[in-house]
């Protein structure tokens, strides 16, 4: 491999061999805290200009891509800069002990690919992981365990995107995050208050009590956090490769965290332990798929194809719009399709998909605008349907069928991240990273500054409906379905109009879905967009509403549809890039979600 010190496997149809180095014990943690903080780049949530564009929830991470950006790099560079940037300043989100998707559009060829790096599973789970004595495990002790974490996806995502398309070596893109790491970020609101929503766990975990509660304490709003040891893990990828995570001492370490995970003495909290093994990590492989594609309004939107169900979802709700000229509609007709459509979609979601390499997915089928107009037919104007709705059949699409046995729509965690990238020949990357819940498992591996995921948890502990197959329950190496959904638009020239993604679980996909709707049938500037109020929709009994639309009086036109709601404070957190005439690019992020994103270009327009 021409960019690595050592090479990473990939499967592309069939496997190619991994390879890993270890790397050295680092030395025992610093204190992460000082009492200055260091100048912060300006969080603004729009930036048009020239030379390649970045959107990211944090600044800190969209000035480490846009540095990339200027020294040359193009987007797949500068998108592994910010997400290693991420994993310091958003740890509770993402980080290398976590996985991912990445979505590519490459300008030369005019072609988008995509990165399934997501985590899989132990050679040994079965689809008893979750349950015992034939119940399944509580959320929180399940999360809160070696057994949720699965196996690292994020730097083999990183290898497998540069060797296909970056241009910089790896050592010189973390080299920003490395810095940021060592000699710290600002804490804002954001990071204090998820830090308090886990100080209870944390506490549980030596190793995370000192990294995220420096001197036992909540780390205070303007104060500096420092993380060494992620400094010097990354100095460690930098050199050896990111085949230093799947073999060698660090593997170990992750692997001993994993079956023995290191709780405080005298802690009453339950922590089982994990079956990861040295074998799970060396054998780990992305997966180089063909994105899921569908036409809308004249344009082709590109996802992110099983196992998420990011790019299936999200299609087949937009064939399911495709009827309905939502330029025109009042506001109060374009929210109950939207709704309904985002029901019927995630109906069939959770009877088809899972990972294909386990379940026959029937992604065409479930793409197909045959289908969707067989499953459109359901929604009425004057009434609303009810969930659990039951799912159609996409090898066999009878119009309006009733369909079979209605399976409920399983929980996942909402704190993820997405940055999108452009740059300057045009080349873009949408890249949505996790750990899972809100801080991941919990477990920070003791000496090398980041948090395990809890990824395995977004597999269904038991059926959803035991009268019905559930295409996602564990297996041993099987990747848990997700609902990450980094999207790519193109014109009918093969040209980028417009990226976007977020966070937010299984409201990943309404809020995608309701962002392009918004740019695309809306007319709303992609910053609009991204900011309108949302509302989620998942086959359950009642859609979820933001506040600005909770209190609004559509609420109550949709109400005497038949339409149930609950409330709920924020849901997800978008970023984007669009491209503007004259090589210029748009950036947008949120206004207020997560305390606003952050949007950089290269040399904004005067």
Known sequence: MRRFAVRYGVVVAAATTVLSVGAAAPPPTAPPLAPA?????????????????????????????????????????AAVAVAAALGVTEPYSAGIGGGGYLVHYDARSRTVSTVDGRETAPASAGTGLFT??????????????????????????????????????????????ERLARKGFTVDSTYRAQTAANEARFRDFPASADLFLP?????????????????????TLAKEGVGALYRGPLARDIVRTVRTPPVREGASRVVRSGDLTERDLAGYRTVRRAPTKVAYRGLDVYGMAPSSSGGTTVGEALNILETTDLSVAPQERYLHRFIEAS??????????????????VPVRGLLSQRFADSRACLIRDDAALTSPLAPGDPRNPVPCAPGGTAAPTTYEGENTTHL??????????AYTLTIESTGGSGITVPGRGFLLNNELTDFSFVPANPAVHDPNLPGPGKRPRSSISPTIVLDR??????????????????????TLTGVVDRGLPLVDAIAAPRASQRNQATTELEPALWNSPLRARLEALGHGFRQNPEIGA?????????????????????GGGSAMVVRPDK
């Open 132 to 177: 015992e004595n034939g119940a399944p495990l509580p959320f929180e002790e399940a999360m809160t365990s070696g057994r949720s974490v699965g196996t690292p996806g994020t730097p083999a995502t990183w290898a497998t995107a540069l060797d296909a398309w970056g241009s910089k070596p790896l050592g010189e893109l973390l080299a920003p995050a």
């Open 420 to 429: 999108t990238v452009a740059d300057r020949w045009g080349n873009v990357v």
């Open 574 to 594: 978008a970023t984007g890039v669009q491209r503007l005439p004259g090589g210029r690019w748009l950036a947008a992020a949120e206004t207020v979600r997560r």
């Open 493 to 514: 020239h093969d040209r980028p109009v417009l990226a976007l993604g977020s966070p937010g679980g299984a409201t990943i996909v309404t809020t995608v879905l309701q």
């Open 215 to 235: 001197g036992g304490r909540l780390p205070e709003v303007g104060s500096v956090a420092r993380n060494p040891d992620l400094a010097r893990t990354y100095a």
């Open 37 to 77: 903080p260091p100048a912060a780049p300006a969080k603004v949530p729009v930036a048009v200009g020239h030379g390649g564009a970045v959107a990211s929830v944090d600044a800190d991470a969209s000035a480490a891509g846009i540095e990339i950006l200027r020294r040359g790099g193009n987007a797949v560079d």
């Open 343 to 360: 029901r019927i979609a995630f109906a069939d979601r959770g009877r088809w998909v899972g990972d294909p390499a386990f379940e026959p």
